[in-house]
T-cell receptor
Framework: EDQVTQSPEALRLQEGESSSLNCSYT??????LFWYRQDPGKGPEFLFT???AGEEKEKERLKATLTKKESFLHITAPKPEDSATYLC?????????????FGTGTRLLVSP | NAGVTQTPKFQVLKTGQSMTLQCAQD?????MYWYRQDPGMGLRLIYY???????DKGEVPNGYNVSRLNKREFSLRLESAAPSQTSVYFC??????????????FGPGTRLLVL
């Protein structure tokens, strides 16, 4: 069964204190791994898609990386506006394009 | 370009009542999805429509029905609401085709409370 585990569940950082969020996955062949940001009371907002081990993508203070077993979302010098829940999801080769399996997310709080 | 819109934003139902959650997208996407999000559970797929005229069950379809009204609209119906269906419901859409998978884009959600 495809599975996604995110850690930590919650993370509190001071503004400017860099850190990483982890997404471990178990799938029978990875088609794609997705990162989303979700603000309270809002829908998930797309950040990145990664397709193969070794791939990296960046957007402002965020950088996503992928290995064969996990993905990291690195946050460099975070600001309070980066506070949100970050969701990871995988799409397996054997389930086609339609089904994403989501982790439960990491709640990030950045204090000024 | 509003993206994915959902109505209503919030609804309170009594056990046994029925209701329909509406979703529309203006991005000309082919596929549409309904998810529910519960604390500690992550987003779970209820139903999806790969293209206009087709619908399929997801991970947690029991107690729900869907209709793909046209390319833009995909509705979710609760025929007889139960307290276990208290949740936040998200609609998403995705464009088909191309050498690279297109991601799913989410609406703002409908918060449903069943008493």
């Amino acid at each position: 069964e495809d599975q996604v585990t995110q850690s930590p569940e919650a993370l509190r950082l001071q503004e400017g204190e860099s850190s990483s969020l982890n997404c471990s996955y178990t799938v029978s062949g990875l088609r794609g791994l997705f990162w989303y940001r979700q603000d309270p009371g809002k829908g998930p907002e797309f950040l990145f898609t990664l397709y193969s081990a070794g791939e990296e993508k960046e957007k402002e203070r965020l950088k996503a990386t992928l290995t064969k077993k996990e993905s990291f979302l690195h946050i460099t010098a975070p600001k309070p506006e980066d506070s949100a829940t970050y969701l990871c999801a995988v799409q397996a080769l054997n389930t086609g394009f339609q089904k994403l399996v989501f982790g439960t997310g990491t709640r990030l709080l950045v204090s000024p | 370009n509003a993206g994915v819109t959902q109505t209503p934003k919030f609804q309170v139902l009594k056990t046994g009542q029925s209701m329909t959650l509406q979703c529309a997208q203006d991005m000309n996407h082919n596929s549409m999805y309904w998810y529910r999000q519960d604390p500690g559970m992550g987003l779970r797929l209820i139903y999806y429509s790969a293209s206009e005229g087709t619908t399929d069950k997801g991970e947690v379809p029991n107690g729900y029905n869907v209709s793909r009204l046209n390319k833009r609209e995909f509705s979710l119906r609760l025929e007889s609401a139960a307290p276990s269906q208290t949740s936040v419901y998200f609609c998403a859409s995705r464009k088909l085709g191309g050498p690279i998978q297109e991601t799913q884009y989410f609406g703002p959600g409908t918060r449903l409370l069943v008493l």
